[in-house]
Structure formats: C-alpha cells, structure tokens
C-alpha cells in the first residue's frame, strides 16, 4: 500500500483529496498538513510515496515547498493539485519531479488517472527495463473508454490490471484483486471476464485449494 501525504490549506479540498485517495484501495493518508512548514518538518523524518499538494498556500507556495523537500533530500512523488496553470509554473514544478498535475476544479475520473499512473510507473520501476517497457511507461496513452462495453471504465481497468502488475506471474483470485484495488468482488468479476475475452488475462480452475475449485487468472503473456 502506498503512503500519501496531502499538503493543503483548504479544509474542504483536504478532505476531498483524502477522500478520493482512500478510496483507491492501493493508497493511504498518513497525514494531512494545512501549513507547509509542517508538512516538510514531517517529510524530513518520515517516508511518504506520494505528497498531493497545493500551490497557493501561506508561509511558502507549492513552488519553494516542493524546492525545500528535494534539497531536504526527499525523493516522494508529486502530484500538484491547483489553480496555479501558467506555463512557467508548471515548467519549473515538473523540473522538480512533479509526475501529474491537476487543475482545479478536477474531476474524480481524473484524479484516478493521476493515482493509476503513478501506480503504474512504481511498478515498472521495480526491475529492469527494455525499450517496449520504457516506451509504454513514458509514452502510454490510457484505452479510450468508449472501447469498454457499456457501464465499464478504462480507469476501473487499468486499477485491476495495476494489481496483476505487482507480481505479473501470480495467479490472482478475484477476491484478491478486490482486495488490493479497493473494488467489490462482482465488479472485478466482471472485469475479469472481459478482460479474459479481451486475451488480455488467462483463467484457470485451481483444484489445489483443499476445497471448492476456484477460478485464478494471471496476466496473459
């Protein structure tokens, strides 16, 4: 599970943000801080996968807070959550290893594509990397939506396949799946078998429960 960490003045998107973070079953909020200062007095002493932050905030901006945390030697993920969208801005931020960058008002669709890519990117990272990988990680475009079937989501399916990605030769269980992504077992069922359709995943009975045969699915190679 990944630790994020939200930086950010207004109360109301505070809890927002933490709300849409939480309920992506991959992620959880450690803290919440409204005064900059703070949040880099506990980033120093404490590991964090990802900060959500702001721009516009009092003591410093997003811009001199993000510079504080990379000279304090934090190396966290950052997705920008703001109003501030003029270019030079968002130059400078993404130079400081910003990896999204939300303008607000967002919607929550948007927000999980942020959440998915980054999930999708800290696994990629964990082993070595060929062109075709490098390629899809720094060039992938996200499916369409409108290729899904109806009442499906290319942001619901690329949460289930991030999970498979954890550990690509595991035989998954939808249960497990559920578990991880944060969905109910029948949505992933769902997805699970479109997806089996799709020769995207490949599904298998396990007899070797000790009980009833269950049906376990790996990503296709």
Known sequence: MYTVVIVEDDPMITELNRRYAEKDGRFTVAQTFSQPRRALDWLRHNPADLVILDFYMPQMNGLEFLRAVRAAGVESDVIMITAANDAATVEALTRLGVVDYLVKPFAYERFCRALDAFCRRRSAMRGSLDQTALDNLLHAVPP???????????QTQ???????????????????????????????????????????VTGDMNYGTGGRPCLVYRLAT
């Open 158 to 200: 690329e949460r289930v396949l991030a999970c498979m990605r954890d550990d690509p030769g595991h035989a998954y269980t939808c249960e497990e799946i559920a578990a991880a992504s944060g969905l109910s077992v029948v949505t992933v069922r769902r997805y699970m078998g479109y997806l089996a359709q799709q020769g995207q």
């Open 144 to 154: 369409a939506p409108a290729t899904l079937p109806k009442g499906m989501q290319a």
